[in-house]
């Protein structure tokens, strides 16, 4: 099931579409929890937008985000 959302199975518009629903920021869902800008971490579209820009999976940029704010 995973595989259906590698870069190599979906479009641009597709991958812009599932990472926002995804994270509903911005599109009218978002319920303004503060939970990025609280805990220092990054906008969700940007930090997300080298998947929609099919340079890296959403497994690497998830592990980059690990590595780099949860310790």
């Known amino acids: 099931m995973l595989g259906q959302y590698l870069i190599k199975n979906t479009t641009r518009e597709q991958r812009e579409k599932l990472v926002r ?4 920021c911005g599109s009218g869902s978002c319920e303004n929890c503060s939970s990025c800008g609280v805990y220092g971490g990054p906008d969700p579209i940007e930090m997300y937008q080298p998947y929609i ?19």
């Open 21 to 24: 629903d995804a994270v509903a």
């Open 53 to 71: 820009d099919g340079l890296k999976e959403i497994a690497e940029i998830n592990q980059e985000f690990r590595a780099r704010y949860l310790r």
